[in-house]
């Protein structure tokens, strides 16, 4: 038997939220969802309930794929419609660059 050498990115699970303010534990809380969040940890378990297939997995990539290329593509339609709402850009000060 062969062991297959399946190399995922792993998420670390430890998550430390130090207390700046002075005491404010409603701030500590939703910095700590936020962190949780951008970590991906609860994505990753979700991913990892049920048992996935190497083609299902390939197959999913190439479905992000097309979706984020359908999503470009519409915008680019978008940008060029007459009449079109163009988004607001922040507008720099003129004593900073």
């Given amino acids: 038997m062969y062991k297959r ?15 700046s303010t002075n005491g404010d534990s409603e701030y500590l809380v939703k910095k700590f969802i936020k962190k949780v969040r951008n970590s991906g940890i609860l994505d990753e378990c979700r991913s990892r309930r049920y048992f996935k297939s190497n083609s299902e997995i390939r197959r999913e990539k190439v479905a992000e794929k097309e979706r984020i ?11 060029l419609k007459p009449g079109r709402y163009l988004p607001n850009r922040k507008k720099k000060t003129p004593g900073r660059r």
């Fill in 5 to 19: 050498n399946n190399k995922r990115e792993t998420t670390s699970g430890v998550i430390e939220v130090k207390n």
């Fill in 69 to 79: 290329i359908r999503r470009v593509n519409e915008r680019r339609t978008n940008l």
